[in-house]
């Protein structure tokens, strides 16, 4: 129990890009191998020295460079597909781990830029290569807060979270709609199965009462057939007999 609980206060500090370049499929697989000992804190590039920081404080560690094998943090970005040269391939659409492309087959497709974690998954299944990505003109809020005698720059952290917690319900909405759809799927195939298997086995039966029918004819017309030869060598008798002369 407190080893999730854990788990849960370090995803809620991932950005939540789904950028799998921390080597783990997901930021919650990425959260729990970190719990686990299977991962360092420092593999998460999109959330920078600062959420290398974070982690380190919440786990009572001492804090650590970024690890460049998996990438360098770059400004916030997202994807951008070329329109014009889009062929509705749908590849990118199943690519993006938060649904935040739209379109439908041999249709052209179009990101949704406010719900774009910018983790590049759509990038390099795109075959015609007209996906790429651009800096997210996300501008932060500024307020002056008299309190503080200065920035509210707390603003920005509150938009920032606001946004991990927005793609984090649009990952596991994905992730269990895709498993409902899986096991949909398997649910049909048994079904097509079962009919199949029940068609096979009244085929099978049809074909056993016709071999039955097939073979009492064939009995029939053997035995009329010798029934009949040995009536016509049968000699013909009057019931007369005659004196010997």
């Known amino acids: 129990m407190k080893e999730n609980l854990l788990v849960a206060e370090i995803d809620a500090i991932l950005p939540q890009t789904q950028c799998r370049r921390c080597g783990f499929p997901g930021c919650r697989p990425y959260a729990a191998a970190i719990v686990e000992g299977r991962a360092e804190i420092n593999q998460c590039p999109p959330g920078g020295e600062k959420g290398v920081r974070k982690l380190a404080e919440l786990l009572g560690v001492s804090p650590m460079p970024l690890n460049a094998a998996h990438g360098i943090s770059n400004p916030?970005?997202?994807?951008?597909?070329?329109?014009?040269?889009?062929?509705?391939?749908?590849?990118?659409?199943?690519?993006?781990?938060?649904?935040?492309i739209v379109g439908a087959a041999k249709q052209m497709h179009t990101v949704i830029a406010a719900e774009c974690t910018g983790c590049e998954l759509c990038v390099a299944p795109c075959p015609v290569d007209c996906i790429?990505?651009?800096?997210a003109n996300r501008q932060p809020p500024?307020?002056?807060?008299?309190?503080?005698?200065?920035?509210?720059?707390?603003?920005?952290?509150?938009?920032?979270?606001a946004a991990a917690d927005r793609a984090r319900s649009r990952y596991q909405f994905r992730s269990e709609r895709l498993e409902r759809e899986k096991q949909e799927c398997q649910e049909r195939l048994a079904q097509k199965a079962e009919v199949m298997a029940l068609g096979n086995g009244s085929s099978a039966a049809v074909n056993l009462k016709k071999a039955t029918v097939q073979a009492a004819l064939e009995r029939a017309r053997t035995a009329y057939a010798q029934t009949s030869k040995k009536n016509n060598n049968a000699e013909p008798s009057t019931g007369i007999s005659f004196p010997n002369s």
């Open 76 to 100: 916030e970005e997202v994807a951008l597909i070329n329109e014009q040269l889009c062929i509705g391939c749908t590849l990118c659409i199943q690519a993006c781990p938060v649904d935040a």
């Open 132 to 135: 790429h990505m651009v800096q």
């Open 142 to 161: 500024v307020t002056w807060d008299k309190s503080l005698g200065g920035l509210n720059t707390g603003l920005e952290y509150e938009r920032e979270k």
